[in-house]
């Protein structure tokens, strides 16, 4: 109210009316506040009652209050436009002071510019998680996890069991019935038992959905109260919380290479796991030292987590656990087409391997995909209205536009229940990658770089890139075909790291170049020999001491 005060101008309101006798003229002057806050029918009768006003004025008294403060207010507004426009030409008006006024009357006014007040339940959750998974909690978290994820894993198998069974017995069925097709049965028969047999599997469909969901509601509402009442003992028995869990040790880590996992343990084929480690230093002035790995291997397998024999956590879920509130996450680049489903394509892996253990942190994929799907609208009509303004001015028609993602784009997915990732960059990409013309102004490369950029301002600091663009070897493929590749990814992850360096954010301390299973000894040698002469790994120089000088030769 103060406010509105401050800016309001006091206005004298005149009005004159005569009696019904003596013809006398009656003249009133009423102080207004303008811009008028009030009710004006409320102000009419305030007036009325105060100067005993005859009746028969009411209705004229009131249509002259509404057209003065009308015509007062608009006056108000007129004269202060015109000081505005002046003080603008003047240069006697501070821009920032304005801008400073805006923001802090859309932060008071507007709930979605608002400062949070108080704490989410989500900022709870996370900081209790976060805290107890850094205390002797540790491994009792791990193994309610354990145990929850087999118990949804023993409901996929059970569902997975009945689509088989059921499966089996319709195409059963079916070839029973084109076989006598010549002996009495018809083609609307067998239509119409396609028809049942379609109705048969999303009735099963639907009933073991509902069984999974439900499932995994339940298990998420007893994990989370759990969690809350498990911080609340700690609180109370004033248990110590070391930095480290002294439960279970962690895995062993190899020279160089941070906290990667020992890859021997994701070995899923028949193919020999090779891999390469560097370490390199990045930098004009201030370097950074970054551990550089190139591997073969399947994208997937560093979602997966390893069946335990013992029916123990594995090493991997302890490494997801304590970095999952940190500084030090890990992402992944999955290459994607545009449909954004879980139908088909190595996305509907991804979902797949995510829909066997409960999402305890995140929402389920699905709903990521959901939520993404309804934003990607929204970009899209913000692209093709700006791809209009770029239209030829000869044609004034602009070049088609798709009205789905395009190669380059990128979408982002949050885990908490996979092995190694807790973030995965899902990147838009499509058959134009099998060609060997493709330079660093490609979609595909441009999209690497914004990968990038949102590790480094997001505390991303492992990141697992497919380094030939593609998740499988083709007939194609040749070795100046990988060679070449290899080496554009190279030089071109070379540049942005640097740029990002320059930035500020965070350091990108593992980098792992991934290499399709299956490729040749000799070609992965030749990338992994081609790595270190692009980033330059730093070796130290070695000088001998002896007893006369030596002059360098020329």
């Known amino acids: ?88 030409k003047n240069g006697d008006l501070n821009i920032e002071d304005i801008i400073k006024n805006w923001e802090k009357i859309y932060k008071q006014k507007t709930v979605e510019y608002a400062d949070p007040i108080g704490t989410t339940d989500e900022e709870l959750f996370a900081t209790a998680y976060h805290r107890l998974v850094h205390s002797p909690s540790l491994e009792p978290i791990l193994q309610a996890e354990h145990k929850y994820g087999r118990d949804v894993t023993e409901v996929i198998q059970m569902r997975n069991t009945d689509y088989e069974q059921l499966t ?32 048969e599997q999303s009735l099963l469909q639907g009933h073991w959905g509902s069984r999974v969901d439900a499932l995994k509601l339940e298990q998420r509402r007893q994990y989370r109260n759990w969690i809350m009442r498990l911080l609340e003992e700690q609180q109370t028995n004033m248990l110590p919380t070391p930095v480290g869990s002294p439960m279970i040790p962690m895995p062993p880590l190899r020279p160089g290479l941070g906290t990667f996992v020992p890859n021997e343990e994701k070995q899923t084929s028949d193919y020999p796991v090779l891999e390469e480690s560097f370490t390199i230093h990045l930098g004009s002035q201030m370097k950074q030292m970054h551990n550089i790995r190139i591997l073969t291997g399947d994208v997937l397998d560093f979602c997966r987590t390893k069946k335990s024999d013992s029916g123990d956590p594995t090493p991997q879920r302890l490494q997801t656990a304590l970095g999952l509130y940190s500084n030090d996450l890990c992402g992944l680049v999955l290459l994607s087409d545009n449909h954004l489903g879980s139908y088909s394509g190595i996305t509907k892996e991804l979902c797949s391997i995510c829909q066997l253990t409960t999402e305890f942190h995140f929402p389920p994929i699905d709903e990521q995909l959901e939520k993404i799907r309804d934003d990607v609208k929204e970009a899209v009509a913000w692209r093709q209205a700006h791809h209009r303004e770029g239209s030829d001015p000869q044609t004034k028609k602009p070049p088609p536009m798709s009205k789905t993602l395009q190669t380059g784009d990128v979408f982002i997915t949050r885990h908490s229940n996979l092995a190694q990732v807790h973030v995965v960059f899902h990147m838009v990409v499509n058959d134009s990658l099998r060609s060997g013309d493709i330079n660093s102004r490609h979609p595909a490369i441009l999209g690497l770089r914004n990968i990038l950029k949102t590790a480094c301002c997001n505390d991303v600091t492992t990141l697992t890139i497919p380094v030939l663009l593609v998740h499988e070897m083709t007939e194609e493929m040749t070795v100046a075909w990988c060679t070449k590749r290899a080496e554009l990814v190279f030089k071109c992850v070379k540049g942005f790291m640097i740029e990002m360096a320059s930035w500020g954010g965070a350091e990108l301390k593992n980098l792992q170049f991934l290499v399709p299973k299956g490729m040749s000894e000799e070609v992965f040698g030749t990338l992994a020999t081609m790595l270190p002469s692009i980033f330059r790994v730093s070796n130290p120089l070695v000088f001998k001491a002896t007893s006369t000088p030596q002059t360098p030769k020329k």
């Open 168 to 199: 089996q017995k319709q195409t059963e069925e079916m070839r029973v019935a084109v076989e006598a097709l010549e002996a009495g049965s018809t083609e609307k028969s067998i239509n119409d038992m396609a028809g049942r047999h379609f109705e």
């Open 1 to 88: 109210m103060n406010l509105l005060e401050e800016e309001c101008v006091d206005k004298i309101f005149i009005y004159k009316f005569p009696t019904c006798t003596t013809k006398q003229e009656y003249v009133l002057e009423i102080p207004l506040k303008i811009p008028y806050q009030g009710s004006i029918k409320e102000l009419t009768y305030r007036i009325m009652s105060s100067f005993k006003l005859p009746c028969y004025v009411e209705s004229d008294l009131m249509e002259t209050i509404k057209r003065t403060i009308k015509e007062l207010t608009l006056q108000y507004y007129d004269e202060k436009s015109e000081k505005v426009i002046e003080a603008t």
